[in-house]
């Protein structure tokens, strides 16, 4: 049972456009992590927020926590080529186990 | 220092074969989690270990079953295969199950044709 629901599922945008990217769910986490992920390779963990309200900067990445700790947003500024790749989102329920979004597919062209 | 490595790399198996996978975590982790990721879809949980013992399980069949070695090593096994296996599978680990950040190895390519 999916949880966590990203949009949007697709994304394709010039380089140099600014993005963001949305992961909801119904439940509380009590931490919540965004990844990347390459075709063929296993996701990459990128940040993790655990306080309601927090908002983490990763260079062009800003991540952001929602205050009741349901929700999540990426936001990529001036996107580039490199920053091609699916995107995901897990929470951590602190039953040991992590659900994951659907994924958001980012593409940028040059 | 090394990450998570998994093995085989790719795996091609026939309907009612059985499989096991190889993890082992990066070193100063004792928790190792297990993941299937079906083409276009985010992973789904399937088990967690910590110590040797199962800590956590996901909606996965009993023909699904793992162990955790003394090395913090892990396997996972795979009895009775379906079409529907065909995945990849993703092993994590992390320095306990409290721990927030888990990190990935590179996935088994699992094909059962």
């Known amino acids: 049972t999916q949880l966590l629901e990203q949009s949007p599922q697709f994304l394709s945008i010039q380089e140099g456009e600014n993005l963001t990217v949305y992961c909801n769910s119904s439940?509380?986490?009590?931490?919540l992590q965004w990844y990347r992920q390459e075709p063929g390779e296993g996701p990459v963990l990128l940040v993790t927020?655990?306080?309601?309200?927090e908002v983490k900067k990763l260079k062009r990445l800003t991540f952001q926590f929602g205050d009741a700790r349901k929700d999540s947003s990426l936001h990529i500024t001036a996107a580039q080529p490199g920053d091609t790749g699916l995107y995901l989102c897990?929470?951590?329920?602190?039953?040991?186990?992590?659900?994951f979004g659907t994924g958001t597919s980012l593409t940028v062209i040059p | 220092d090394a990450g998570v490595t998994q093995s085989p790399t790719h795996l091609i198996k026939t309907r009612g074969q059985q499989v096991t996978l190889r993890c082992s975590p990066i070193?100063?982790?004792?928790?190792v989690s297990w993941y299937q990721q079906v083409l276009g879809q985010g992973p789904q949980f399937i088990f967690q270990?910590?110590?040797?013992?199962?800590?956590g399980r996901g909606n996965f069949p009993d023909r699904f079953s793992a162990r955790q070695f003394p090395n913090y090593s892990s396997e996972l096994n795979v009895n009775a295969l379906l079409l529907g296996d065909s995945a990849l599978y993703l092993c994590?680990?992390?320095?306990?199950?409290?721990?927030?950040?888990?990190?990935f190895g590179p996935g088994t390519r699992l094909t059962v044709t």
């Open positions: 994590a680990s992390s320095r306990s199950p409290s721990s927030y950040e888990q990190y």
């Open positions: 439940s509380v986490f009590s931490s």
């Open positions: 927020v655990v306080t309601g309200g």
């Open positions: 897990a929470g951590d329920d602190t039953g040991n186990q992590f659900y």
């Open positions: 070193s100063g982790h004792k928790s």
């Open positions: 270990y910590y110590e040797k013992e199962e800590r």
